[in-house]
Each structure stands twice: as structure tokens, then as C-alpha cells.
């Protein structure tokens, strides 16, 4: 069942009121699309709203403001205001700038660790996973605990209607690059259709390898017109679970469980 058309508008405009409306600011890639929130109830003129807020039908926004306090800080980037997507998916804490050049780390359990390159020149929105799994936190944070996983990237640019089966949303082709991450971050990843090295996940420990063949810029509305934007996973691998093939760019995740979503990667294409 898709997703109403009421119940998406709704999550649109809150995400939107909740500050769509600084995207134009240069200085941080983080601020682009969303500022600090001080009062919800008087949305600027310049705010994206598809419509006037309808206290009749969606509920006094001071109420709202009251409801939904932890996202005043909330920064998200203007791709991500899709009705795929709620606020509730997002955290801070990963939120990150990386620098044009690249970085690289050793992660993972001592005497296994795999190198982790940082995506440079991309700005990650953290997804909401701390806590969200029996195992702790661990596989994630502190960074380079020997019980973090491995550090990689999945690029979505083949997602299809089937994709969103399980995730009951609708199903829009020209969004399914970005769609798909709310989905996948949802209900988990799923086996590849095209299964060149076995069957299961496929993510790269290198950021540029998808990014060549597996990301698909997608075109966004801003305040500056519209614009063009890449977007991809960041994603944390089972040390336990991932094969590594012949091709040292390609690992393979055959249990859709060993592999978790932690951040969204864009950057102007």
C-alpha cells in the first residue's frame, strides 16, 4: 500500500517548515537547505511550503513544535524532503563535510582491519542508528574500536518498482535513486539482481567505483532553480560476513543483515 497523499503532503510541509529555506548560504555544505529552527510557527516567506499550513486539518503548529522538539536542530539537504523520507530517520551526530581530499583509516577487528577511504568531497546526513540494533553500538562507534565494521559505499542509480515492495511506497523512476535509500534504510538491504561474484549485497570500500557505475545524479528544486545532485550510502559491513572478490572494489555481502545504512552521501553533480 502506497503511501496517502495527505499523510506525504503532511510530512513534506513539517520537514520543509522545519527549514528549507537556507540552502543558498555557501559557507557550510551542511547549512545549504536547513538552519536552526526557532519558532515553527512563523515559516519565513521564502520557505517551500506546497500549500498554507491547515490548523483544521494537521493540528495547531505549536502543538506540532512541542511534538516534534528534537528536530529544530535537524539539518537535511532539499533531495532529501521527499515523501519517502520523515525527519524521525535523520541524526545530527553523523553529519559530516568531508574534505576535498581524501583520507584514509584501518577499521575493524585487530589483524583484519580493511582500509576505509573518506568520501571526498561529499556531505553525509547521518541516519538515525544508534540504538536501533540488539548488537549495541559498537559496529559503529567509537570509530576505529576494534569492534567497528567495516566502512563502505552503495550507490542505488539501479533501484527499481521492485525494489519498493516491501517498503510499501509508491514508486517514482526519476527519484528511485533516492527513494531507494529510505527504503533500504526501512526495511534492509536486498540481494542483487545481478549477481556477477555470488549472490548477495554489493558495496565498494571505494567511494569513487560507485560513484562512476552505480550513482545517478538526480535533479532537485532549490531557491537557486533547479539543480543536479549525486547521491549514495555510506554503509558499515560485518567483518564476519562480507566476501572479498578478485576485484579489490567490489565486496560482497551474502546476509542482507551483515550490511547496515549509516549515512546518505550527496554532493553537487
Keep these: 500500500m502506497a503511501v496517502s497523499k495527505e499523510r ?16 543558498k548560504k ?17 515559516p519565513q516567506p521564502d520557505q517551500l511550503l506546497d500549500e498554507p499550513w491547515n490548523e483544521k486539518k494537521e493540528g ?9 522538539a528534537q528536530y529544530n536542530t535537524v539539518r537535511l539537504h532539499p533531495l532529501l524532503c521527499r515523501p519517502a ?20 583509516y584501518q577499521v575493524g577487528p585487530l589483524g583484519r582491519a580493511q582500509t576505509y577511504t573518506s568520501p571526498a568531497g561529499w556531505t553525509r546526513y547521518g541516519l538515525k542508528v544508534l ?23 552503495h550507490g542505488t542509480k539501479r533501484a527499481s518498482e ?15 535513486p533516492v527513494d531507494a535509500m529510505a527504503s533500504i ?33 538526480v535533479e532537485c528544486d532549490t531557491q537557486q532553480g533547479k539543480k543536479m545532485f549525486k547521491c549514495m550510502l555510506q554503509v558499515a559491513v ?14 560482497v555481502v551474502p546476509n542482507p543483515e551483515d550490511i547496515r545504512p549509516y549515512g546518505i552521501l550527496i554532493k553537487d553533480a
Design 8 to 23: 506525504s503532503s503532511f510530512r513534506r510541509k513539517l520537514a520543509l517548515i522545519i527549514g528549507n529555506d537556507n540552502y
Design 26 to 42: 555557501p559557507y557550510n555544505k551542511l547549512n545549504y537547505s536547513l538552519k536552526n529552527v526557532k519558532d515553527l510557527t512563523e
Design 185 to 217: 534504510y526501512k526495511t534492509g538491504f536486498r540481494s542483487a539482481r545481478v549477481a556477477a561474484y555470488g549472490s548477495g549485497v554489493y558495496c565498494s570500500p571505494d567511494p569513487i567505483f560507485p560513484e562512476v557505475g552505480y550513482v545517478k545524479a
Design 85 to 104: 523520507f520523515d525527519i524521525s530517520f535523520f541524526d545530527n551526530k553523523g553529519n559530516k563535510t568531508f574534505p576535498d581530499s581524501p583520507i584514509t
Design 162 to 176: 521492485d525494489d519498493f515492495k516491501k517498503s510499501e511506497e509508491s514508486y517514482e523512476e526519476k527519484f528511485a
Design 238 to 251: 560485518n567483518p564476519d560476513g562480507v566476501n572479498f572478490t578478485s576485484d579489490k572494489s567490489i565486496w
Design 60 to 68: 495547531n503548529l505549536e502543538s506540532i513544535k512541542k511534538k516534534h
Design 131 to 153: 540504538g536501533k540494533y540488539s548488537d549495541g553500538n559498537y559496529w559503529l562507534e567509537p570509530f576505529q574500536d576494534p569492534r567497528n565494521w567495516y566502512r563502505a559505499f
